[in-house]
């Protein structure tokens, strides 16, 4: 436990463990430093179990760690559940007024911390608890003190001068106090401040409301539902400032059918949900498949079925995202790993509805929708915005008889937008001929469902291929998909003459990189959800039947740690 | 040269039986449009799923032809997208749209979107061969309720006038003259507008017929009602003494959607510009 910060604070839902948890998080950042925020809620608002977790390092990190050196207990609940992560040698920070302890291991360090009266002293209640901790695990690892004052005057900005000067004491009360009681052995380095790149600690979900900006997403309409919830938040925040407009809407239905309505007017638009309400989306999905509206779809996993864990994780919706739909039609699945290639492929989502008139599912976890992590800032410089073939008035004034569905060879047929003369077309539910009309013509039905089709030869062309990650020449693979490689690539760490292969896009599946650069007899498929879905796919698409799996539904994501235990055990 | 009926015709013949009440409803609609002098690439049109909305291959203009009971969120999402369209019109059934589509009635309502809302109201399943409808008479047989519905009929207009719309009328598809000038008041309307259309279905339905309807409905245009009171809007919405009232129920100016949204004060959302955007605002809660 060597890398860098590994700190955990809990406590129960109100008592503000999220706010200092992410505080935290950005006093690291501000040092220079890398960090990645792992976060745990029950679906209630006060009272329950809350934790915010911290990796942070001076070097790139990629995921949490199951092992913690610090541990912050606001409750009983904190010791009894999170107390087998503390590391050797690790701290317990409790109150004893609040808290007590059955028995001490002689290897753990505890220090009692009484921010139950410290709190009192400085309002007269309990409410300044969370930032004397604050202030006290920024001491632990020897932090910047103005850092954090500083960060909390910014964060207060807009409230009372009292609430702002009593964070103020409370982080200076909780700092002082470790540094005349604790006599503690360290064994990590100190949060030093370094040069670093300018980062910026941020969500794959608001990683996907940032790439939705950039990629010119005009309209976004959503119903509220974890772990998707916060990319409406966000985008609702900066709807003036971006110019564009963000609906909440009575159900999934409506926000799918809303999001066709606003495309098929010309307007790039998405729609976010989990997967109850894509569930919702579903007969509509094929909707915007047969019309050839472009369309571009989150689903952001959670654990099901049904209502299941609502604030947890999982990675069981990649056949649904797939299959998703009655009828068959073409669509990309796609699935990044981390925040910043959430941000990518919202551009590259939108490039791709546009250019193929498809729907597009961009596939996130709670893991990935709600985990900070420090990221470059993003270079829109590099961003490209290809709208595909959309008719202006001068070219629809050269065409005699426009045809919206026309036949083409490549499938592709030029759009043209309400409110051009001579464009009037149908974009029709029901089959329909060139024009759009309503037709049951077996041959013309034949032919426009091969011409929807053809679109496919294009797209695998120019849809990116599985990544690499470690020695390409490594013994053994690691395959993973979405989040998954977070831990996965964080494992690498720990392992020798392994590497990590991430499939992003799904659908249409890589089949050929697969057969190409897969061995299955060494390889291992590492995926949240019980079924082995990546692991159907692979044998569906290229009859390879990889027997290894380390698969996971327990609502958690993986801890690079049961990684290099399952390569490790595999190696023997 | 002047606009006419037939700069809407599309090459489809029309497929309802003969007799249908969809004919009047689809002549008075073109009409309106002409009179209003909009052209067919002007007009956004959203259809759902049933025999009415079989008439999307019979109109010419943008038309959505959405699912069963979808027309209202996609016509919504077409005004926010581009509120320059001339005229916006959603079409529903009383099937898909009580039914199946119900709550986006009530939420286009309290939303007061600029749109037409049209809805056919034939009391009765029709493209599914006769099944009850949500507006449906109390005791209609039909093949799904073959010892008579059981339920109470939905009163559309009532419901509008409750959840909120600013514009809320009913026609009769064998009153096309009243149904032409309803509708050029629906689409002039700035604001959500409901117009419930009662239809027979000669084929499905033997109770609602042409002369059922005829010895009921009134014109209120033909009254002292005025049509500016919420409440006694509401009243009037329901039969009376057997008699129906035809005509505009209600009618208020209030601030539309788009109104109330500064972002699309000048440029309609379609005719932004995309591309390069400046992030930094949007990344400063993040350092």
């Known amino acids: ?572 | 040269m002047a606009l006419t009926i037939k700069d809407y015709e599309t090459p489809i013949k029309p497929s309802w039986c003969p007799g249908c009440g969809n004919f009047g409803i689809w002549l008075s609609l073109r009409q309106a449009l002409v009179k209003l002098n909009i052209k067919p690439h002007e007009v956004a049109l959203s259809f759902d799923i049933g025999c009415n909305s079989n008439g999307s291959n019979f109109i010419k203009g943008y038309v959505c032809h959405a699912l069963h009971g979808r027309a209202l969120p996609p016509a919504e999402a077409i005004y926010w997208a581009n509120h320059k369209l001339k005229a916006i019109i959603a079409i529903n059934g009383d099937g898909g749209g009580f039914g199946i589509g119900l709550q986006h009635f009530l939420h286009a309502c309290r939303r007061n979107v600029d749109l037409l809302y049209i809805t056919h109201d034939n009391q009765i399943y029709a493209l599914t061969t006769g099944q009850a409808s949500p507006t449906s008479a109390k005791g209609f047989q039909t093949k799904s309720t073959p010892f008579g519905n059981i339920e109470e009929p939905i009163n559309p207009s009532a419901l509008a006038i409750t959840a909120g719309a600013t514009w809320v009328a009913r026609g009769f598809a064998g009153e096309t003259g009243q149904l032409t000038e309803l509708m050029m008041q629906g689409i002039k309307h700035p604001g959500f507008a409901h117009l419930n259309v009662l239809q027979p279905c000669v084929t499905f339905n033997h109770l609602n017929t042409f002369s059922w309807f005829k010895e009921r409905v009134y014109k209120l245009e033909e009254t002292d009602y005025r049509p500016d009171d919420r409440k006694r809007a509401w009243e009037k919405s329901w039969p009376n003494g057997g008699k129906i009232a035809l005509g505009l129920l209600f009618s208020e100016n209030q601030a539309t959607y788009n109104d109330q949204v500064p972002q699309l004060k000048k440029e309609a959302l379609v005719e932004k510009k995309l591309g390069p955007v400046d992030l930094t605002k949007a990344m400063e809660e993040f350092h």
């Open chain 1, 1 to 572: 436990m060597k890398s860098g910060v590994n700190w955990k604070i809990g406590g129960p839902a109100g008592a503000g463990i999220m706010s200092v948890g992410h505080m935290f998080a950005r006093a690291c950042l501000r040092h220079g430093w890398q960090v990645f925020c792992y976060t745990e809620y029950p679906s209630l608002i006060r009272g329950g179990h809350n934790v915010y977790q911290i990796h942070a390092s001076p070097k790139e990190i990629k995921s949490q760690k199951s092992q913690v050196e610090v541990l912050v207990a606001l409750d009983q609940q904190t010791i009894i559940k999170n107390q087998a992560q503390l590391s050797q040698n690790g701290i317990l920070l409790y109150d004893p007024v609040a808290t007590t302890l059955a028995a001490k291991k002689p290897d753990r360090q505890y220090l009692e911390v009484p921010w139950g009266k410290m709190s009192q002293e400085i309002c007269g209640s309990d409410l300044m608890k969370n930032t004397i901790a604050l202030g006290a695990s920024l001491a632990l690892y020897q932090g910047d003190a103005i850092v954090l004052k500083k960060l909390i005057q910014e964060e207060f900005a807009d409230k009372n001068q009292k609430i702002i000067n009593d964070n103020l004491k409370a982080v200076e009360k909780g700092y002082q106090f470790i540094k005349k009681n604790a006599k503690i052995q360290m064994t990590w380095p100190a949060l030093k401040k370094i040069r670093a790149k300018e980062r910026i600690l941020v969500s794959g979900n608001e990683a996907a409301g940032l790439g939705a900006l950039a990629a010119g997403c005009k309209f976004y309409v959503a119903y509220p539902m974890t772990p998707a919830t916060s990319i409406l938040h966000f985008l609702a925040k900066y709807e003036r400032d971006y110019d564009l407009l963000v609906k909440q809407a009575e159900d999934e239905i409506a926000v799918i059918n809303m999001a066709i309505g606003a495309a098929f007017a010309g307007v790039r638009s998405m729609c976010a949900t989990s997967g109850g309400g894509f569930a919702l989306m579903n007969e509509s999905l094929g909707f915007a498949g047969i019309a050839e509206i472009p369309l571009v779809v989150i689903l952001s996993q959670r654990t099901g079925p049904a209502t299941g864990l609502p604030t947890w994780t999982g990675q069981s919706e990649l056949l649904y995202a797939i299959n998703a739909s009655h009828g068959e039609f073409l669509r990309v699945v796609m699935a990044p790993g981390d925040a910043s290639e959430t941000f990518w492929s919202m551009v590259n989502a939108f490039n791709l509805a546009d250019k193929y008139q498809i729907p597009v599912i961009v596939l996130l976890d709670k893991y990935l929708s709600e985990s900070p992590s420090s990221l470059e800032t993003f270079d829109t410089k590099k961003v490209t915005i290809k709208r595909g073939e959309i008719l202006t008035q001068a070219k629809l004034n050269k065409i005699k008889d426009y045809k919206r569905y026309q036949f083409t060879k490549s499938g592709i047929s030029p759009r043209s937008l309400p409110g051009l003369a001579g464009g009037e077309h149908q974009a029709n539910s029901d089959e329909h001929d060139e024009y759009g009309y309503s037709t049951e013509d077996a041959a013309i039905r034949q032919k426009m469902m091969d011409k929807r089709a053809a679109k496919l030869s294009g797209l695998v062309k120019e849809l990116p291929q599985p990544k690499i990650y470690g020695s390409k020449n490594a013994a053994l693979t690691i395959i993973c998909w979405g989040s998954s490689k977070m831990p996965a690539v964080e494992a690498l760490n720990d392992l020798k003459d392994v590497r990590v292969m991430h499939l992003q896009y799904l659908c249409p599946f890589p089949a050929q990189f697969i057969k190409k650069n897969v061995n299955p007899e060494k390889s291992i498929i590492i995926e949240g959800n019980q079924n082995g879905q990546l692991q159907q796919l692979i044998q569906q698409h290229t009859g390879l039947n990889i027997k290894k799996t380390l698969l996971k539904y327990d609502g958690r994501p993986f801890y690079p740690e049961e990684i290099v235990n399952a390569v490790n055990q595999l190696k023997r």
